[in-house]
């Protein structure tokens, strides 16, 4: 839960006084990694390097093994821009959420909040980028003024998730170390926003973004390094270095744990140890333990195959359950590895979205009737699919939060997600479709049979397998299910115009949901839920572009999240949320399958630390971030 004003920082400050009390500031012991750039003297010893106030792990109290300093991790992906998993994985942020969802300070020292409305940040005194300078307010000044509050560098201005009831913060810097961000009306997103897997980043390295900055460089070599960028502006120079998630430009400073040290595009990218890191366990030892971290850029195809022949130390991403048995396989003939078996965070393992903002006027129409998208729903054999593709181990349903999470009603994982043809067909008929052909499909309003082409990323064999089942089941009550596999990104932005009628994704990312989780994402606030990209897209722009929405449903949900937003006691936030999700599971926005299917995760027999039970999670969790991978270590420092 959130702290309050009263107990908020002052139970920060408690426990960072305990752990010193406790272990006596132990000595901190300098990392044979960077022994000799000390010992040259262009780096300082690690004692001048840490925060004054560091981050204490006590990895014994939480039930983990001490380790070493050493070695390489390697690790795969499977696009050049997913480099910036790393940033992912290394996961510091602001404030993070530990193993139980609970949200704790990690890169502040700690927060006060009152009310929701003011949130006093303060800084670690002596915390410092990964090149040495200081980390203080004038980085979080830096953000405000120049970056978000400046028109050629943010057309948009700052993001969203600060505007509250359009309004922005005032945001106010008293010393070096503390920010303070104010409302008139609360903004109960604010810290979630500031853990997320993709962290907003409301702080920039300003010491090394000012050379690229009009309001702060030379005239002269601001426009050398202009051209000789090959960008039309400074502000398009300043955009191209500032790329704190895409984490490609190797000379930005960071906080991570790891630095990258790989210039431009490669097959293999290094990632070092950050000499400043802020996080040390309570031997003295300054984590991240592992030294170095190499991503290889491969194939998705070879993911699997190379994983088995054991080129990964530690590797989920580009794996799949119908890879198990490989990964089992590669085991069993001897690789040094372990296949563990995670749960999955997302709400639905499959899912299917209807676009209610389809261009087509006829299949709109259509698809807004929730008697078509609860016939689609139940003429799915769920347990088929299961027992087909995920050996049972899946659990069939409609898409909701899952059992982890206070909201979990199985009746909600049972509405309209029940194998009943007969059921669909009637719902059909009344929706107006009885007219058929000599197969047996159903014609629109406008003489067209109903085809509904189904779009897909094309990345997992299972989405495909699945849609061939449901090819089946549909045409059975009158539907022609065509299947169409497109690139993400294309797909995306087809969904975004109107040009998709239905596509294939996961569920909601989140599907572990606290009273404290925003239900932003239940409601019509953002274009990537593929079910309504257009009324998304109308929040996201304050109505410059898509459309307000227009279904009754559709608009209590805004409301219900405003009231969420507003709630000053949880009781009122756990309403909202249990309004939202019924409203859910009876619009059948979105068509869950199945859900918690099994997400298998490799492990290097000598990589320590890894929980042999997880969730692979996107938010919360950051997928291996929340179990801390810079407490990951080898056991013979190797790696």
Same mark, same amino acid.
């Given at each position: ?21 406790? @272990? ?10 960077? +022994? ?24 014994? +109290? ?7 300093? #050493? ?25 993070? /959420?530990? &193993? ?10 700690? /927060?006060?909040?009152? #009310? ?17 300078? =200081? ?13 978000? #509050? ?90 191209? $270095? ?30 070092? %140890?950050?000499?400043? $890191? ?10 991240? $333990? ?62 299917? $979205? ?52 206070? @909201? ?33 499909? &159903? ?24 849609? +061939? ?15 169409? =596999? ?7 932005? %087809? ?93 059948? /926005? ?50």
């Amino acid at each position: 839960m959130l702290k309050t004003l009263k107990t908020a920082l002052p139970l920060a400050a408690t426990l960072f006084v305990s752990v010193n009390a406790a @272990f006596a500031s132990p000595r901190l012991n300098e990392s044979p990694f960077w +022994q000799s750039e000390v010992s040259s003297g262009n780096l300082p010893p690690v004692e001048e390097r840490v925060p004054e106030t560091p981050l204490f792990v006590d990895l014994a +109290q939480e039930g983990r093994a001490f380790g070493q300093q #050493g070695g390489t991790l390697n690790t795969m992906v499977t696009r050049s821009k997913d480099i910036r998993q790393m940033v992912v994985y290394g996961y510091a942020r602001l404030v993070g /959420y530990d &193993r139980e969802y609970k949200l704790q300070p990690d890169i502040l020292l700690g /927060y006060e909040n009152e #009310g929701n409305r003011r949130f006093t940040l303060k800084l670690r005194p002596g915390h410092r980028w990964s090149n040495g300078d =200081p980390f203080t307010s004038d980085d979080f000044r830096y953000w405000w003024e120049d970056v978000a #509050g400046n028109p050629a560098l943010s057309p948009a201005g700052p993001p969203d998730f600060l505007r509250v009831d359009g309004t922005l913060p005032k945001v106010s810097f008293p010393d070096e170390q503390t920010v303070i961000y104010e409302w008139k009306t609360p903004n109960a997103q604010f810290l979630q926003n500031l853990a997320q897997a993709r962290p907003p980043f409301i702080y920039r390295p300003s010491n090394y973004l000012k050379q690229f900055h009009a309001n702060y460089a030379d005239a002269t070599a601001l426009a050398e390094e202009v051209d000789y960028a090959r960008v039309k502006s400074w502000a398009a120079l300043h955009n191209k $270095y500032d790329n704190m998630y895409k984490f490609d430009n190797h000379e930005l400073p960071t906080l991570q744990p790891w630095i990258n040290a790989s210039a431009g595009k490669k097959i293999r990218h290094q990632f070092v %140890r950050n000499p400043y $890191y802020h996080r040390v366990d309570t031997r003295g030892v300054q984590l991240p $333990y592992i030294d170095t971290v190499e991503m290889e850029i491969v194939s998705a195809g070879l993911v699997a195959a190379k994983t088995n022949a054991g080129e990964s130390d530690l590797q989920a991403r580009g794996l799949g359950f119908r890879d198990i048995p490989i990964l089992r396989k590669g085991e069993n003939d001897g690789a040094d590895y372990k296949t563990y078996l995670w749960g999955t965070g997302a709400a639905s393992q499959i899912a299917i $979205y209807p676009n209610l903002n389809v261009n087509d006027p006829v299949w709109r129409t259509i698809l807004r009737d929730v008697r078509v998208r609860r016939a689609l729903s139940l003429s799915i054999n769920r347990a088929a699919i299961n027992r087909a593709l995920f050996f049972k181990l899946a659990k069939p349903g409609a898409m909701t939060v899952l059992e982890q999470s206070p @909201f979990f009603d199985p009746e909600m994982r049972k509405a309209w997600a029940s194998f009943d043809p007969e059921l669909a067909n009637q719902l059909l008929d009344e929706a107006g479709l009885h007219e058929k052909d000599h197969y047996g499909i &159903r014609y629109l309003p406008d003489g067209r049979l109903m085809e509904l082409i189904v779009e897909t990323a094309g990345e997992r064999q299972e989405v495909e397998n699945a849609l +061939q089942i449901i090819t089946d089941d549909w045409r059975d009550v009158g539907v022609k299910l065509v299947m169409r =596999p497109l690139d993400r990104d294309i797909l995306r932005n %087809r969904v975004f115009s109107g040009t998709t009628m239905a596509s294939v994704w996961f569920g909601w990312d989140n599907g572990l949901p606290q009273s404290y989780t925003s239900p932003a994402y239940l409601a019509p606030t953002d274009q990537v839920f593929l079910a309504w990209p257009k009324w998304g897209q109308h929040y996201q722009t304050g109505g410059e572009a898509g459309e307000a929405p227009d279904l009754v449903p559709a608009k209590r949900l805004m409301e219900l999240m405003h009231d969420w937003e507003n709630a000053t006691n949880e009781a009122e936030r756990e309403s909202a949320w249990h309004e939202m999700l019924k409203i859910h599971a009876n619009e059948v /926005y979105g068509i869950g399958i199945v859900a918690g299917a099994p997400q298998p995760v490799v492990v290097s027999n000598r990589l320590q630390n890894v929980p042999t039970k997880g969730i692979w999670a996107w938010e919360p969790g950051a997928h291996f971030g929340i179990y801390r991978p810079d407490e990951f270590f080898f056991t013979d420092g190797e790696g």
